[in-house]
């Protein structure tokens, strides 16, 4: 149990130093040896960890949108109705803020590395594929339970991910240049009164 303990100890110490060094250097000025180096591990300690750097890249996309993922499926409680639970989805948006702040660097490799690596394009329009089934999903639910008019949940769950996208991509960009949770739920707002049942045709 120790020795299993102390891995995921370094695993973890790996990760956070990795995320740390992309952010500031970015990915291509990082090197194994300098990971290693501020992690305190050997390179056959990083390599037992993870096959490549890349891998670390990868895995820290994974690690921040597990906590998101959870608090998504805690707001789809099924006592409220759709747009109640799309409403409390924004109230996540300050946490959303502080998890990523300081991570616009990193956000930005990703976007680039996803041009030119078939395997990091996966993993990162994965999570948008995954997060449209889940809106889409709300949007169907919303119109079977009568809370939503009839609309293609498709495009609806595109707009709901195009205004998610940007309102992260604005905040981290200018996190001064409004009240980002404010926005947010007067946003969601918006985008509901023209498709909630009784709401504008």
Not at 144 to 167: I, K, M, T
């Amino acid at each position: 149990m120790a020795v299993q303990q102390r891995g995921e100890e370094t695993r973890t110490r790996i990760l956070d130093v990795a995320q740390e060094a992309f952010a500031r250097y970015g990915y291509d000025a990082t090197g194994v040896a300098e990971i290693c180096r501020r992690a305190g591990v050997t390179k056959g300690g990083f390599y037992h960890h993870f096959p490549s750097k890349q891998d670390v890249f990868l895995e820290m996309l994974e690690r921040w949108l597990e906590g998101l993922d959870r608090q998504l499926l805690l707001m789809r409680s099924g006592e409220e109705s759709v747009p109640e639970e799309l409403l409390a989805m924004t109230e996540m948006v300050p946490a959303v803020f502080q998890e990523a702040g300081g991570r616009l660097p990193l956000f930005l490799e990703f976007l680039t590395k996803a041009a030119h690596s078939p395997v990091v394009w996966q993993a990162t329009v994965a999570p948008f594929r995954k997060y449209h089934a889940f809106f889409a999903g709300m949007i169907r639910d919303g119109m079977a339970e009568g809370s939503l008019r009839p609309v293609d949940p498709d495009l609806a769950s595109n707009l709901l991910l195009s205004f998610a996208v940007g309102l992260l991509a604005m905040g981290l960009l200018d996190p001064y240049g409004a009240n980002w949770g404010l926005v947010a739920q007067e946003g969601m707002g918006m985008l509901l009164n023209g498709i909630e049942a009784g709401g504008p045709g």
